[in-house]
């Protein structure tokens, strides 16, 4: 084996006190070599037999456990009470993709309203509806307003089997993230006279949301809904009549109008 220096350890107990010296010339380059074969540096051991081929090193523990990890297959890296560490590398590398592939490449679109009027005792206000062809889950919804005088007003996001019907909406354009992304398939409503509801799963989400004047001291901050942080499901969509429905509870409130986003994915 081509190392070029010397090593001396002073083990007393294996775990303790292992002492490791390089012994170097005056210019600080190593003197000395050791030679092919194995050699015991404390409680490390270097075997080389045929460079590139059998390289490995053998830890030791100070319980006398161990793994030798080395050059060629999984097989050399002995099995611990977790597994092997190479099995291990190869879970870190998965988790690792998954969350690329989770957070990154994922086919993705948002749609926003500006303004909405919505109207007296509002129910849905704004709705995304799933698609005949993907599977679409909600990730985040956003929303902030103003109104005649300030309130705080509960609003609650519904997940609904049927989709709602009538009503008078405008459709936000779906703008993928990607430009090179197909079309969404989702379809975004918002409601400025209120729906005929659909069929109600239950409620998932609830705010109280802050509506401010336009000349008001308290500052308009937007209420974000994120809905798949943490490692959990975002809301999914599945086919035409599966529908998330942001709703105004009811409420009448003078001269609201609200600003609301909703970004979700679509897969295949």
Excluded: C
């Amino acid at each position: 084996m081509a190392l070029t220096g010397r090593y001396s350890a002073s083990p007393q107990t294996v775990g303790e006190n292992n002492e490791v010296e390089l012994l170097t010339d005056a210019q600080g380059r190593i003197v000395t070599t050791i030679a092919a074969g194995s050699a015991v540096l404390g409680s490390v051991s270097i075997s080389q037999t045929t460079p590139g081929t059998t390289d490995s090193v053998t830890v030791a523990t100070a319980q006398g456990a161990g793994a030798t990890i080395g050059t060629t297959a999984d097989a050399v890296v002995a099995a611990g009470a977790v597994g092997t560490l190479s099995a291990k590398l190869r879970r870190v590398t998965q988790a690792l993709d998954d969350l690329r592939t989770e957070e990154g490449q994922k086919t993705t679109y948002s749609a926003t309203i500006v303004g909405l009027a919505i109207a007296a005792a509002a129910t849905d206000i704004f709705t995304i509806i799933g698609s005949a062809t993907t599977t679409v889950r909600i990730r985040r919804v956003a929303f902030s307003g103003l109104a005649t005088a300030a309130s705080a007003t509960p609003v609650v996001l519904i997940k609904r089997s049927v989709a709602d019907t009538l009503g008078t909406s405008t459709a936000p354009v779906a703008v993928p993230h990607d430009s090179t992304n197909a079309a969404a398939t989702a379809v975004v409503r918002a409601y400025t006279a209120n729906p005929t509801l659909g069929t109600t799963i239950a409620p998932m989400q609830a705010r109280r949301i802050t509506l401010t004047t336009a000349a008001g001291a308290i500052p308009n901050v937007p209420t974000v809904i994120e809905l798949a942080i943490r490692g959990e499901q975002g809301i999914v969509l599945r086919g035409i009549a599966e529908q998330l429905a942001l709703n105004f509870n009811g409420a009448t409130v003078a001269g609201a109008v609200l600003d609301i986003d909703v970004t979700w994915t679509e897969e295949a």
